[in-house]
C-alpha cells in the first residue's frame, strides 16, 4: 500500500475496530525516519482516533549507558514499557480518560512536569518504533509497518537532527532497529505494510 491510499488503510482500521466491538490499538511501526509521525498525523483525524506518542516513555540514560548495552538489551530496554502499558494503553482501550507525563527531553533525565490528558476513543494510534513488539502483544489489534529506503530516511534523519546526531545515533539504534526488524517483528509478521 502507498502512502497516497490513505483511504484503504483507513477502512481496515474501520474494520478492524468493528471486529473488536470494543477500542482498538494500531501500532505505527517502523525504523527511524521512515515517516510514523506524519502517517499518524494523516490518520488521527481521518479515524477520529487518539494518538499517543511513544516517545513520552522513552526509559532515558546517558549515551554511555546505552553504549554499554547490546543491540538485544537496547531494543528492550530503550522504553518504559511498563509505564506506557499502565498509563496509556490499558485505560485507553478500555476506553477510559487517563493522563501521564512524558520523558523530560529538555533535561535529558526523569519526566516533564506538562502532563498529557487523553480522552477515550473507539481507536487509538501508537506511534512509535517497536511499538509491535512482544511488550505489547497483547494489546496492539493491528500492526502495520511504515518503510521507506536506507538512503531517504537517512536523508531525513540528517535534515531534521543533523549530520553529527545522525552519525550518534546510528551508532548506537541501527543495530537494534536491525536485530528487532529480522529476528523480532519481520515484514511479514505485520497485517499492513506502508510504504512511504
Known sequence: MSSTDLPALVDAVHKARNRSGRPVLVALD????VGKSTLANDLVPLLG???VFGDD??????????QARSPTQRRANVMDWER???DALIPLRAGRRTSWRSFDWQTWSGLSEDVTVCEPAEIIVLDMVYSAGPELSDLVDMAILVTLTDQERRARLIAR???ACMTRWLTLWESAEDHYF??????ESYDMIVDR
Open 84 to 86: 506506557l502499558r499502565e
Open 49 to 51: 482516533a487518539r494518538l
Open 30 to 33: 517502523g525504523r527511524s525516519g
Open 57 to 66: 516513555f522513552y526509559a532515558g540514560g546517558t549515551h554511555e549507558e546505552w
Open 161 to 163: 537532527d543533523g549530520e
Open 182 to 187: 529480522t529476528s523480532i517483528r519481520p515484514p
